[in-house]
């Protein structure tokens, strides 16, 4: 063989050699931002379809029309509904699970969870991804306002929705010595939807049960006729409160606050489904706290009552 050809040829498989190696190498070394999941909605149409709300207010179902374009242009118009346990947002069109919370996966596709740990006080997660025979971990934290469920490797927003189990605990005074400086700090550690109740006046058609914890320094103060928890429709005035007693630092307070049967607009109930409810610790802001800005939980978008369909 001609040795200019018996070289270029040896370079030609050095240079595929060296390309293969620099891939893989990207690969393993590579940290690509976890995909979003948003697992709380999804459309009512199929891709390529448009959305129209149905002209009854009232309506649970909106229409999704298509066109199939050239040559035919044949059009078609369907009325579709939501899957069960989900509701109709009919300004957005798209159906927004009951009562969910959100959760994104804290490795990337491709990636798998294989373990979690805790480094300067944050709790981490492992994730592994495989390119041929080389193997990469990198330690990945959820997002600031996100938690990490070491089990499942998801990250859930902060004081979202999380099953509540157990009687409610019944109030008990607490007393607890003060501390020069030390201040209580409110915070809701979950708030869910408990049970639904009876579509009729003056009776509670939701109850929520919300655990209130203290994460100050000093005890917080139980206050006589004063709402400390307050659950509400942030499009309305829909809400209730209830008070809460003592609570030391560390401690906790499950509550459950009832949302009555609204007189004086009914329809608001089924209508403007699904509810964005949110609960607030210290609403009435009577409670000197460390903090005054994490009273708040995230939004829980709750759907029509069950028993005012």
């Known amino acids: 063989m001609n040795h200019s050809l018996r070289f270029g040829l040896l370079r030609s498989v050095y240079s595929l050699l060296f390309?293969?190696?620099?891939?893989?190498?990207g690969t393993a070394l590579s940290y690509p931002k976890p995909a979003v999941a948003d697992t709380c909605s999804k459309p009512l149409c199929r891709s390529g379809e448009r959305y129209r709300a149905d002209s009854n207010p009232r309506a649970t179902t909106g229409w999704c029309h298509s066109s199939s374009g050239f040559p035919t242009f044949a059009r078609s118009h369907q009325e579709r509904s939501c899957d069960t346990g989900w509701t109709l947002d009919r300004t957005r069109g798209v159906c927004v699970k009951d009562n969910c919370c959100p959760e994104k996966p804290l490795c990337s596709r491709g990636e798998r969870y294989t373990r979690s740990g805790t480094r300067d006080g944050r709790t981490y997660g492992a994730c592994e991804s495989r390119s041929g025979t080389y193997i990469s971990h990198t330690i990945n934290y959820c997002e600031s306002g996100w938690e990490l469920n070491t089990r499942t490797g998801?990250?859930?927003?902060q004081g979202c929705a999380?099953?509540?189990t157990g009687t409610i605990v019944a109030p008990v005074p607490v007393f607890v010595p003060p501390v020069k400086g030390a201040k209580p700090d409110l915070i809701i550690e979950r708030f869910a939807l408990k049970d639904w109740g009876s579509c009729k006046p003056g009776n509670a058609v939701i109850r929520f049960g919300v655990t209130v914890k203290n994460i100050g320094s000093a005890a917080s103060p139980a206050i006589a006729g004063k709402a400390l928890v307050k659950v509400?429709?942030?499009?309305s005035a829909w809400s209730n409160g209830v008070t809460v007693p003592a609570i030391p630092p560390g401690g906790r307070q499950i509550v459950e606050v009832p949302i009555y049967y609204l007189k004086s607009d009914p329809r608001h109930m089924t209508d403007a489904a699904p509810h964005p409810?949110?609960?607030?610790?210290?609403?009435?802001?009577?409670v000197d706290e460390l903090r005054e800005d994490?009273?708040?939980?995230?939004i829980i978008n709750v759907g029509a009552p069950r028993a005012c369909k």
């Open 19 to 25: 390309g293969v190696a620099l891939l893989l190498a």
């Open 277 to 286: 409810f949110v609960a607030n610790a210290d609403p009435l802001r009577l």
């Open 232 to 235: 509400e429709d942030t499009h």
């Open 294 to 298: 994490n009273n708040r939980s995230n």
């Open 162 to 164: 999380v099953a509540i």
């Open 154 to 157: 998801m990250c859930k927003k």
